[in-house]
């Protein structure tokens, strides 16, 4: 199992950019799909991004995709997650998750945060209008 550190969060305009990153520890990274999720105040925690093990495949929530992008380096043990043209219905605690299975975009299956077990602290990202 990894470990996982978030960091990268901040406050933000409107229309700004951020980049988040996630750690891992372990020399097993490169095996696992790497997830973004988030949770804003009261309500559920949503899927927003995922990434296959070799970083050749990737999987977008509806309300992110073609502003947000995931990548990874498993040279370095880290997942990133760019988010441009940030809005206000961003802000949220970002966090980041592991597995070994890549739920991609092809299955029609929305990953759900009943479905991992490890999680990093999260990250603030707050989007003012």
């Known amino acids: 199992q990894v470990q996982l550190v978030e960091s990268g969060g901040g406050l933000v305009q409107a229309g700004g950019s951020l980049r988040l990153s996630c750690a891992a520890s372990?020399?097993?990274?490169?095996?696992?799909?790497m997830y973004w999720f988030r949770q804003a105040p009261g309500k559920e925690r949503e899927f927003v991004a995922a990434i296959k093990w070799s970083g050749k495949s990737t999987y977008y929530a509806d309300s992110v995709k073609g502003r947000f992008t995931i990548s990874r380096d498993n040279a370095k043990n880290t997942v990133y997650l760019q988010m441009n043209s940030l809005k206000p219905e961003d802000t949220a605690v970002y966090y980041c998750?592991?597995?070994?299975?890549?739920?991609?975009?092809?299955?029609?299956?929305?990953?759900?945060?009943?479905?991992?077990?490890?999680w990093g602290q999260g990250t603030q990202v707050t989007v003012s209008s």
């Open positions: 998750t592991a597995d070994r299975t890549y739920y991609s975009s092809g299955s029609g299956y929305s990953p759900r945060p009943t479905d991992f077990g490890s």
């Open positions: 372990g020399r097993t990274f490169s095996s696992y799909a």
